[in-house]
């Protein structure tokens, strides 16, 4: 959050906001609380919050269905935006999945993994935004440097979305 306030960004991404997961890290436990007390602190309230929902490489902790994940990020973590991704980096969302943060939310519900310009007209309708990284790279590896022929190819599949 002090990042974001220096540099005068716009939001903070946060991969487990609210209860805890089993992740190759070790345990992650969402502190909520503590980034909220913290934006308030620094008088940055216009600071969004933009919190992964079943966050992706991750188990969570207890068995907790995605409707109750959505909730507890909107209600109790006060997230601005809930993100939806696949199981892995580059993996497709599923729609079911971002269906039911849909419906369990009133905030913006960004896809955060998986869009492609062959998936992006189906996805489309559902969310409100796009995370796009890895695909924009060679073989869309995220290890690989970005691939202008894909970016373009990208836009060109969005762009036809918005007409």
């Known amino acids: 959050m002090a990042i974001v306030v220096a540099t005068g960004a716009q939001f903070i991404r946060i991969n487990i906001h609210t209860g805890a ?5 070790g345990l992650i436990q969402g ?27 991750a188990s969570p902790l207890g068995k907790r269905d995605i409707e109750l994940e959505t909730r507890d990020l909107t209600e109790r973590g ?13 993996s497709v969302t599923n729609i079911d999945e ?5 419906q369990n939310t009133h905030l913006p519900v960004l896809v ?14 559902v969310a409100d935004g796009f995370i796009v990284g890895s695909y924009f790279k060679k073989n869309g590896k995220a290890s690989n440097f970005i691939e202008e022929k894909r970016v373009k190819e990208f836009i060109k599949a969005f762009s036809s979305l918005r007409h």
């Open 21 to 25: 997961a089993v992740t190759d890290q």
């Open 31 to 57: 502190k909520a609380h503590n980034t909220l007390r913290l934006r308030n602190n620094l008088k940055a309230n216009d600071i969004l919050i933009f919190a992964d929902v079943a966050v992706k490489h």
């Open 98 to 102: 971002l269906k039911k943060v849909k």
């Open 78 to 90: 006060l997230a601005d935006a809930i993100i939806v991704t696949g199981k892995l980096t580059g």
């Open 112 to 125: 955060g993994s998986g869009t492609t310009p062959d998936n992006i007209e189906r996805i489309h309708p």
